[in-house]
């Protein structure tokens, strides 16, 4: 089952510390998105990219936070200086393409805490 | 923003019984998707809509996008253990914007 793959399921970090969550997208996808869930909340978009560009990032925090999609390798989700208020759960999507009708995939998430 | 309003927040009901979600949207969608997450686990996608009025199945799941494109439902069928979890909307506004907006999720909870 090549699904999404993120790694790791869980981060435990320090305030101050960098946390660095992976994605790998589903075989044949070169869309990836990243999705940020507070406890009892719904999903909310971070940033879209494709391979080597950021497309959309209105949704990713100005400070702290980036995101990359190399051409080879997994998509980071880079967060500096980690507070308690990062503590949640990140999904990665992915697509084959950008149409309407392409569905997203999530992966099973990361779960972060900031202690 | 775009916001997206579900409700009810949270369901108890017998095994059995059928379920009635439903999802509104100030803003118009060209597509709306529904989830289901199990704890611990990514949402995975039930149905998607594309067109004004589709009605749409599968298996005992049924949805529904408004002819206004700003409003969805979901049935469920004869609920069975399995169902339990939490059921998401999600629109999709597609004009190079690929991003999902989410509501806030049904929980289901099955009495047996």
């Known amino acids: 089952n090549a699904g999404v793959m993120q790694n790791p399921r869980h981060l435990v970090r320090r305030r101050g510390q960098e946390a660095r969550l992976r994605c790998s997208p589903m075989?044949?996808?070169?869309?990836v998105y990243w999705y940020r869930q507070l406890p009892e909340e719904g999903l909310k978009f971070m940033v879209y990219?494709?391979?080597?560009?950021?497309?959309?990032e209105s949704g990713m925090p100005k400070e702290r936070f980036s995101a990359e999609f190399p051409k080879e390798g997994p998509s980071i989700l880079r967060i500096q200086q980690v507070v308690r208020g990062d503590s949640a759960a990140y999904f990665c999507?992915?697509?084959?393409?950008?149409?309407?009708?392409?569905?997203?995939?999530f992966g099973p998430g990361t779960r972060l805490t900031v202690l | 923003g775009q916001q997206l309003n579900q409700s009810p927040q949270s369901m108890f009901i017998q095994e059995g019984e059928d379920v009635s979600m439903n999802c509104t949207s100030s803003s118009i969608f060209n597509t709306w998707l529904w989830y289901k997450q199990d704890p611990g686990e990514g949402p995975v996608l039930l149905i998607a809509?594309?067109?004004?009025?589709e009605l749409t199945s599968n298996g005992r799941l049924t949805a529904q996008f408004g002819i206004t494109r700003k409003d969805s439902f979901l049935n469920i069928s004869a609920s069975i253990p399995s169902d339990v979890g939490i059921y998401f909307c999600?629109?999709?506004?597609?004009?190079?914007?690929?991003?999902?907006?989410f509501g806030q999720g049904t929980r289901l909870t099955i009495n047996p």
């Open positions: 075989k044949g996808h070169s869309h």
């Open positions: 999507a992915s697509s084959r393409n950008f149409a309407s009708t392409d569905t997203q995939y």
């Open positions: 809509l594309y067109k004004a009025g």
């Open positions: 990219l494709q391979k080597e560009n950021i497309i959309d």
């Open positions: 999600a629109g999709q506004l597609f004009q190079g914007a690929q991003k999902l907006v």
